[in-house]
């Protein structure tokens, strides 16, 4: 079967940098997608990595190792509104076919 | 101005009836989706067209029937409600499967279904 793991929660203050790790075990692995979902909110598209190394997007960084079949997602100089949920989601084969993982819930303190 | 929209946004109903949500992206796409998340935020594929044709279809119940009338619209009827499938359903769509490097879904609102 197709599993993604993630740490269930994460805490820390704000200015601070915290890394939310993804392991998988897919078949068909094509690249590893972040998003972030707001409470009751729609998931919103952070980031992709297709081939190993490290993608930066603003505060945003994100992290693939094929061989270790894990990848991470950085946050720096974090702010309160960034709290939510983070999602790591696998694309399988050459199809926009999504696993999603089982998300990890941010919660910034001040 | 709303890239992914979906109808409506909340639906509460009795077991055992039918339900139909509605989906529509403006943004040009070819590929629209189907997701449902549970109460512990899990979410899963059900379906996926591409153009108008079915692509993706996950193990679902067939009480579950989508339907794509052009690329812009997707909707998903529910048959036979059951306690179940109380959930929040998000439609999404992206360019299509292309196979190009960058693979962004939009995500509708979504529409938080509860069955009593």
């Known amino acids: 079967g197709q599993s993604l793991e993630q740490p269930s929660e994460v805490t820390a203050v704000e200015g601070a940098i915290v890394q939310i790790n993804c392991t998988y075990q897919?078949?068909?692995?094509?690249?590893l997608s972040w998003y972030q979902q707001h409470d009751g909110g729609a998931p919103t598209f952070l980031s992709y990595?297709?081939?190993?190394g490290l993608e930066e997007t603003g505060r945003f960084s994100s992290f693939l190792s094929r061989s270790d079949s894990y990848g991470y997602l950085l946050l720096q100089e974090l702010q309160m509104k960034d709290s939510a949920s983070y999602f790591c989601?696998?694309?399988?084969?050459?199809?926009?076919?999504?696993?999603f993982g089982t998300g990890t819930r941010l919660q910034v303190f001040p | 101005d709303t890239a992914v929209s979906q109808t409506p946004k909340y639906l509460v109903t009795q077991m055992g009836n039918d339900k139909s949500i509605k989906c529509e992206q403006n943004?040009?796409?070819?590929?629209m989706y189907w997701y449902k998340q549970d109460s512990k935020k899990f979410l899963k594929i059900m379906f996926s067209?591409?153009?108008?044709?079915?692509?993706i279809n996950e193990t679902v119940p067939n009480r579950f029937s989508p339907k794509s009338p052009d690329k812009a619209h997707l909707n998903l009827h529910i048959n036979s409600l059951e306690l179940g499938d109380s959930a929040v359903y998000f439609c999404?769509?992206?360019?299509?499967?292309?196979?190009?490097?960058?693979?962004?879904?939009?995500f509708g609102p979504g529409t938080r279904l509860t069955v009593l």
């Open positions: 999404a769509s992206s360019l299509g499967t292309s196979g190009r490097r960058d693979n962004e879904q939009f």
């Open positions: 897919t078949s068909g692995f094509y690249g």
């Open positions: 990595n297709a081939l190993d």
């Open positions: 989601a696998v694309r399988l084969g050459n199809t926009d076919k999504l696993i």
């Open positions: 943004l040009g796409h070819d590929t």
């Open positions: 067209y591409n153009n108008k044709e079915l692509i």
